[in-house]
């Protein structure tokens, strides 16, 4: 086995944790919160630790941050590697930088148009330069009262992945977070997406997956859920068979809060191996 599919295959046995900041904390804010974090956040070997801040303070934070304990994500970038793109920052900038990306996120999605083509080519730029890029799909409310979840589900896949080999695969994490569910804001009430409803969405991820690049990479792609995720909730997303790991917005902004959860994320993960 080569280096880097060991290294696939390590990550794929762990629970992987994002925290998206959003457009939230300057500079200064964001380097004090990762202090602060770096103090309180014990590393466990079967949990990933990924934090999404702003753009502005990922060039900072990539020189103060302990890889061993946080990777770092950027929340978007342009699909070019360079050009005339005034005011965008693109995948190869980012390289050296940041580990993943997200990439086509609901917010980019319905407040800035993103579309399926800009996201593949997003997905592809972000593999190209050595960066995980965290593919996130999920279904509106209109959507989701319409059984239209799985349709939803299966476009934005096969639009997503459309450039993307089986090889490439390996490298990308899918993130279910159905758009009803994505909190909206600090003062909005979480809003609890039941289980039946998270273990027919991954099951239809995967089985697209397989449709796709066949079964081992269904079985093997890590596969998130995110939306509304809280340290009450997170123990009961992770025991759904088929959820590797969370998307986490408004709480991980909370430094005991997102601490909670990588800790219950740990101890789950330890429950699940021993059962
Ligand atoms: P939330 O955000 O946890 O605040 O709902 C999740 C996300 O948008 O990724």
């Known amino acids: 086995m080569d280096k880097h599919k060991r290294f696939i295959k390590m990550a794929g046995d762990k629970k ?112 190209r330069n050595g960066i995980r890029p965290v593919l996130c799909i999920g279904e509106t409310a209109w959507e989701h009262a319409s059984n239209e979840t799985h349709d939803v589900l299966h476009d934005q896949l096969t639009g997503g992945l459309a450039n993307i080999t089986s090889e490439e695969l390996e490298q990308v994490v899918i993130a279910y977070e159905p758009v009803w569910a994505i909190s909206a804001g600090q003062d909005s009430k979480p809003v609890n997406v039941s289980p039946t409803d998270v273990i027919s969405a991954i099951k239809a991820v995967r089985s697209q997956i397989e449709h796709l690049y066949g079964k081992k990479a269904a079985e093997s792609i890590q596969v998130l859920y995110g939306g509304s995720v809280t340290s009450d909730s997170v123990a009961d997303y992770l025991a759904i068979s088929g959820v590797d790991g969370l998307l986490v917005g408004g709480a991980s902004l909370n430094a005991n809060t997102f601490n909670e959860i990588l800790e219950k994320a740990h101890k789950g993960s330890k429950v699940a191996k021993k059962g």
């Open 16 to 127: 992987l944790i994002i925290g998206n900041w959003k457009m939230n904390l300057n500079i200064g804010e964001a380097s004090l919160f990762l202090h602060k974090l770096s103090k309180i956040v014990k590393t466990h070997r079967d949990v990933e630790v990924v934090l999404a801040p702003t753009t502005l303070a990922l060039q900072p934070l990539s020189l103060q941050v302990n890889l061993k304990q946080f990777k770092l994500a950027a929340q978007n970038f342009y699909w070019r590697d360079s050009g005339t793109y005034t005011g965008e920052v693109s995948a190869s900038q980012l390289r050296g930088i940041v580990q993943y990306a997200l990439v086509g996120h609901s917010e980019r999605r319905h407040v800035f148009n993103e579309n399926d083509k800009d996201i593949r080519s997003k997905v592809a730029a972000a593999v």
